[in-house]
């Protein structure tokens, strides 16, 4: 049959081509078909923008949201509150859990500081050199790592700390307790947060700067008012803020203050440094102190706690506790 003319001859395969491995690769050119799609910046960019204004613009953005996220995260994050513990000492012939040193707080102190949204933490006594469970904590990691220390209330400071003798034996105090809280203080004095003393924590902190106390006050100040008596946190009085206290700026307007009054014990001679706040009214007696070389040690002789947040009859001291974890959020890291 006849070869079609108008037909390309076919391809004959012919041995296959080898390719130079040295030779250059040939890569498309892409700015010839993005420019085919895409001429000049893209619509939503300014005008006349340079990569310099937009990164600029990028990294000041980048810091607003860390600046917002770091702001958020530091204002809402949880305030660390310590509280000081009470010890119990066993007596002679105890047992069971009765025949062991207890640590321990009141209730009332730890949810009136829990009342405006701040966790609480009983700090314990350390011993460094116990034979059981030695450890290398100390009060300072406390102080270190709480943004506010609580001194609670509860037995007598010991006139041996003051560089005194009980003029009884009742009234020996608890002086394991005070070289605990004494050295707790410190620590959180040293460490720059806040500190407030309630009832025996308000003799503490006159006495960690030199001061005394009247180890009774019917005994010592015959005039005084009656300042315990067997119904507890029922018993009360009046006080008055001295002209500069700063309980007076918090209470302005509050005509006649009154709070509760649970101690036999009170202020004698003033600490280095220490002022008074409020006295009994009208004996006298130095009902708070503050210790002046510090943003906030400040001591109340009677019990917030037990006072009622926006009650009429006592004294409502919540400013005094806001003004106290102000402090503590001010002076934290």
């Known amino acids: 049959m006849a070869q079609d003319e108008s037909q390309p001859p076919p391809e004959v395969p012919g041995p296959p081509i080898e390719k130079d491995p040295e030779a250059p690769v040939r890569v498309p050119d892409r700015r010839a078909t993005q420019g085919q799609t895409m001429r000049g910046p893209a619509k939503y960019q300014r005008d006349g923008d340079t990569p310099l204004a937009l990164a600029g613009r990028v990294i000041g953005s980048r810091w607003r949201a860390l600046r917002e996220r770091f702001n958020r995260d530091f204002m809402n994050r949880t305030l660390h509150i310590g509280v000081s513990a009470r010890i119990f000492h066993p007596e002679p012939g105890a047992r069971g859990l009765l025949s062991k040193n207890l640590q321990y707080l009141e209730e009332s102190i730890a949810q009136w500081v829990m009342s405006r949204d701040v966790l609480v933490f009983m700090i314990p006594t350390v011993n460094t050199n116990g034979l059981l469970h030695p450890s290398n904590i100390t009060l300072r990691h406390y102080a ?77 100040v015959p005039d005084a008012l009656a300042h315990v008596q067997d119904i507890y946190d029922a018993h009360r009085h009046a006080i008055r803020f001295p002209a500069g206290s700063s309980l007076g700026r918090m209470f302005r307007g509050v005509e006649r203050p009154v709070v509760n009054s649970i101690h036999h014990q009170a202020v004698k001679e003033l600490g280095r440094d220490i002022r008074v706040e409020a006295y009994s009214e009208p004996d006298g007696i130095v009902e708070a102190i503050r210790y002046e070389r510090a943003d906030f040690v400040m001591g109340l002789q009677w019990h917030p706690e037990f006072h009622r947040a926006g009650g009429t009859e006592l004294l409502d001291c919540t400013p005094v506790l806001d003004e106290f974890l102000r402090a503590a959020r001010e002076t934290r890291l």
């Open 144 to 220: 270190r790592h709480l943004d506010g220390l609580v001194l609670q209330g509860g037995a007598d400071v010991a006139p041996q700390t003051y560089s005194e003798v009980p003029t009884r034996p009742e009234w020996s105090g608890d002086r394991a307790r005070d070289v605990y809280e004494l050295e707790l203080l410190h620590e959180f004095v040293d460490a720059g947060k806040p500190v407030l003393g309630v009832c025996r924590g308000c003799q503490l902190i006159n006495v960690a700067f030199g001061g005394t106390l009247h180890q009774d006050v019917a005994t010592n």
